[in-house]
């Protein structure tokens, strides 16, 4: 993966198969402490205590399509590679939120890449999905949340191209203002 | 340009709903990219963003955009499924590129003739 954007995508297309209803997408961005943080958390079906150990492991997969699962392993290495963790905070039944740490000034640091197209083709997948999404930077904000754009085109599908072309010209030019202040 | 607010949401409104009530019943066509990790490290990601660009410019409001996972066939990715209400059977098509893209789209999604050369494979099996 070449940078964090598509990282998020991943991950949260792991909480739609796990049959979420809500999915919480937060990036963090804090110089002061040189931290990065980002969580996905969801309410799909969650993970046992073995399975959240195994869930490293890229030769353990629940699918049945392929022998590997990656996705996870991959946000590890990202995370370790630049002076970070990856942790999994998971409850059978409840959720899964899955949250990294990255040293923001970090060399091998990934970028954070392009969130307007990942927020976007999650929405597009899955209309129906609740999606709270926050970029925090030095105390400067972008957000979006599903719900409130539900309400204000009151009754249309999220996943008509015009809506959804829409968000994306949004968060292109919220990230992109977001970006002006640091 | 002037700085858009989630407010303006409302002003696309009226106008898409007629068009997405139409979608919502049976589109005509069903535009499926796979999503899975091996689908988004290949590039699926963009190809979603071309799909949904060449629906809104064509203003194809009969054809549903969505994604799906991996389908197992990992060093094919990014693929593209392409379902017609008028054809038996889903058509994979493999080692997608924003330029194919719009090739399938003029030629399939519109014209309903299946670009075999980027097709998965074409027919199944015999067995006598």
Known sequence: MEDLSLHILDIAENSINAGATNIEITIDEDSKQDVLKLEIADNGSGMDATSVEKALDPFYTTRT????????????????????RLEIDSHLGVGTKVIATFQLSHIDRKPIGNMADTITTLIAGRPEVDITY???????TVSL????????????????????SFIRQYLEQEEHSLEQHG | ??????????????????QTTLRQGAGRVKMTVHMGTCGIAAGARDIMTAVLKEVETRGLH?????????????????????????EPAPVKYVLITQEKVKKIIDSHVLQGNVV???????GSERTR
Request: with cysteine; aromatic share 2%.
């Open chain 1, 145 to 164: 949340s599903t719900k409130e754009i539900r309400r204000q085109v009151d009754g249309v599908s999220l996943n008509s191209a015009e809506t959804l």
């Open chain 2, 62 to 86: 009969d054809v549903i955009v969505t994604n799906s996972g991996c389908a197992g066939l990992c060093s094919q990715e990014p693929m593209l499924t392409v379902e017609t209400v008028d």
């Open chain 2, 1 to 18: 340009m002037s700085k858009i607010t989630i407010d303006d949401l409302a002003k696309i409104r009226e106008q898409t709903r007629r």
């Open chain 2, 116 to 122: 075999k050369e980027f097709a998965l494979a074409v």
């Open chain 1, 65 to 84: 399509t392929r022998r590997v699962g990656l996705g996870l392993p991959f946000l590890d290495e990202a995370a370790r590679a630049a002076n970070g």
């Open chain 1, 134 to 140: 926050r970029h925090g930077r030095d105390g400067h």
